[in-house]
């Protein structure tokens, strides 16, 4: 709109006043709803949000005039750097808001011939990591040395967090030493955190570590949660219907099956219960498969594994690190039906999960490593009173409001790591 330096305020009133005659004019001339816009309203009204405000991607019709079907594919199917959904493992299929991941099953032996069932999910090797559609960890080098703690001992098979496997000549590994009991029943009481009983539902023994390295094909490490040990393939096809005895196989676990169903292959496929979280604002699916520290393998229903303690903390982004950093909270927004629920008290309570915050995922970063150094942070009184607390979703505006002194670690400890180790492999970014 043009104006004269005469025309003042009565140019202005009657242009506002012709702009909402030819607004009202369209309103009177349009159309009734179609038949696709009253079809995309009913998809709208169907989608019903996930239980515990979880993150997952709305549908991307909403606002619009179209049925979902009608938009176009996500960018990210012509680069995985753009947005929308991205499968990191490949070998995995995700059920994205049905809470399921299922992944190959491999099988290993001890050398006593104990069976051992596990999966893969990252390697340094980053040849068969584009072969078996896994993720690509180079970090994971670095946590075959000793941590800080273990420099001034003898160097032997114990002192890092790696242990040693060899290929036999029939393709399987056979492990020198780590056995897991599932055996132990998982307690979980309490209303917040910390809880007042906390026993993890499997302990692996101090050689356990899920990181293996292959001695005699090139050295490389993998990431080789085991989820069942000391069964027998046919005592494990009872499981394949899902039901199993969480007595013989990890927490997560929903179906483990050693052979295909009615595709008469060799090898099985198990079904785990999938975690969301967030990563850089993008939600995130990962699974969580061992801890350093008994409440938090509990709270994860994770496997305790006390060698990963042997990882060195606090170097996240640092030159021979193998680790990243998690980012999680005690006393986040709480409420079931709460679009801003996050953090342990709300897990404890059975709302949801506790949508944690990760940093370097493969896609968005070049960093990436699936074992996590846990900074577990706390919302001051000021944040609380001044009404700061909200979800989290991102790095950088975490460590911005610690720097700022509204997040504190428990109690009001420094902000930084607690000295908790993580495996949890990110399967697949939704966003």
Known sequence: MITTPHAGKRTVVVAAAALLLLLAALL???PSQSADAQEADRLVAQAEPPPGGDPCPPPSNIGTLVAAEYNGVPPSVQD??????????????VDECGGTVRLPLYEGRMRDGTPVWYVLTETTDEGNAEALGINLAPKLTYADSPSVEDASRRR??????????????????????????????????GEAFPPTVAEPGAVGDDCYSPLVKVTNAGGHIYNAPVVAYGIS??????????????????????????????????GGTVTLTQV?????ARP?????????????ATLEEATLAPRLSRLGLGRDDAAFSAIERLFAFTNGPTGADNPQRQGLNSAI???????????????????????????????????????????????????????????????????GSVGVIINCPVIARLL
Request: charged residues 20%; contains cysteine.
């Open 80 to 93: 995985e750097r753009l947005v929308g959904p991205v499968d990191l493992v490949k070998t995995a299929v």
């Open 28 to 30: 009177q001339s349009a």
């Open 276 to 280: 969301l979280g967030f990563s850089f």
């Open 233 to 266: 393939a046919d005592e494990l096809s009872a499981y394949c219907e899902g039901e199993p005895d969480h007595a013989r196989v990890h927490d997560k676990v929903l179906s483990i099956c050693p052979e295909e169903q009615g595709g008469g292959t060799t």
């Open 156 to 189: 032997d098979r114990d002192a890092d967090a790696v242990r040693n496997a060899t290929q036999a000549a029939d393709g399987t590994l056979v492990f020198d030493c780590g056995a897991v009991d599932f055996a132990p029943e998982r307690r979980l009481e």
């Open 284 to 296: 995130v699916v990962y699974l969580s498969f061992e801890a350093s520290d008994a409440t938090t």
């Open 349 to 415: 309570r059975g709302e949801g999960g506790p949508l944690n915050v990760f940093g370097g995922i493969p896609t968005l970063a070049l960093d990436y490593s699936p074992m996590w150094d846990l900074q577990l942070g706390e919302w001051t009184q000021e944040a609380i009173d001044n009404g700061y607390v909200s979800r989290q979703t991102e790095e950088f505006a975490i460590l911005s409001l610690a720097q700022q002194g509204f997040i504190t670690g428990p109690g009001g400890a420094p902000y």
